[in-house]
């Protein structure tokens, strides 16, 4: 059975970090891009950065870079999103895919998490 299973959310302050993990069950990571989304209600989902599979690449969505970092370790079946100095804007459903291709479009994605909240609040 493939799954990709998110953790680490939750609600945070604005200024506040969080880490959400990616793990894959069912198949192993190395060969696959990783991609993070999120969706805010009443928003399309936004593509937020992903990772090649070796790890040298990496991209941002302009709205969180300087904030967010993603990270991989292959030989845990992990990847993880770094997320500091939150705001309320960050409010979303976080989701992480892998796929084939290096991209944060989502068509370009295969199999998908069922997805983390987090809540920036005061």
């Known amino acids: 059975q493939v799954q990709l299973v998110e953790s680490g959310g939750g609600l945070v302050q604005p200024g506040g970090s969080l880490r959400l993990s990616c793990a894959a069950s069912?198949?192993?990571?190395?060969?696959?891009?990783i991609g993070w989304f999120r969706q805010a209600p009443g928003k399309e989902r936004e593509g937020v950065s992903c990772?090649?599979?070796?790890?040298?690449?990496?991209f941002y969505a302009d709205s969180v870079k300087g904030r967010f970092t993603i990270s991989r370790d292959n030989a845990k079946n992990v990847v993880y999103l770094q997320m500091n100095r939150l705001t309320p804007e960050d409010t979303a459903v976080y989701y992480c895919?892998?796929?084939?291709?290096?991209?944060?479009?989502?068509?370009?994605?295969?199999?998908w998490g069922q997805g983390t909240q987090v809540t920036v609040s005061s």
């Open positions: 990772i090649s599979s070796s790890g040298d690449g990496t």
């Open positions: 895919a892998a796929g084939d291709n290096y991209s944060v479009l989502s068509w370009h994605y295969r199999y």
């Open positions: 069912g198949f192993t990571l190395d060969y696959y891009i």
